[in-house]
């Protein structure tokens, strides 16, 4: 497992922004809550914190100058977003590369895959590119755990929350740090 370090800056500063949405301080105004910009922009906040947090097995990254690969497998709701949070920014001295739009043929080297609401996860097609992937996959259809995805996001009222799924990170060999797990709600087995 690639194992590091993480300074304390990083810690805290997660946290705070991590339980800032989840003890309701971030809200969203207006009407509708769904796919507004404003969503995206915390989601892409979230990618980035669980990418801090997250240890993939070794085999994952083939050379030291391999960038973290962010993917968004189908329509892409926040590219502008997933850039603006990820660029300039390194993690263990690997810059990040943002590619939207992925499919089951180029989803394979990715390391985090983000679907939409939009992706079945139970096609077939969809469902071999997640086998294969050695990705942290991050979704937010209501049965993303339940087809093997890792990381669902979800809304009560107006905040977004997280829940986890321990069994598809233990048959990718993918660890996530002991204080996202207790931010997050896990699946039951």
């Known amino acids: ?5 993480l300074p304390s800056r990083c810690v805290n500063s997660f946290c705070t922004v991590l339980l800032a949405v989840v003890m309701g301080s971030v809200v969203f105004s207006g009407g509708a809550f769904a796919d507004s910009p404003r969503e995206y922009q915390v989601k892409a906040a979230f990618l980035y ?7 993939w097995p070794e085999h994952v990254f083939t050379g030291p100058d391999m960038r973290i690969r962010i993917c968004v497998y189908g329509d892409d709701p926040f590219a502008e977003y997933l850039v603006g949070t990820f660029m300039g920014k390194m993690l263990h001295a690997r810059r990040f590369r943002i590619q939207p739009r992925v499919s089951a043929s180029t989803s394979h080297s990715c390391h985090v895959i983000f679907l939409n609401r939009e992706i079945d996860a139970t096609r ?10 050695q990705a942290l996959t991050v979704g937010e259809a209501d049965d993303f755990l339940e087809q093997g995805g890792m990381i669902q996001f979800y809304r ?11 069994n598809a990170l233990k048959r990718k060999q993918i660890r996530l740090s ?10 039951s087995k």
């Open 156 to 166: 009560v009222e107006k905040n977004i929350r997280f829940a986890i799924n321990p």
């Open 49 to 55: 914190h669980f990418v801090q947090f997250t240890e």
């Open 124 to 133: 077939p097609d969809v469902r071999r590119a997640l086998q294969r992937s």
């Open 1 to 5: 497992m690639i194992r590091h370090r």
């Open 178 to 187: 002991s204080k996202l797990l207790r931010l997050a709600r896990v699946k």
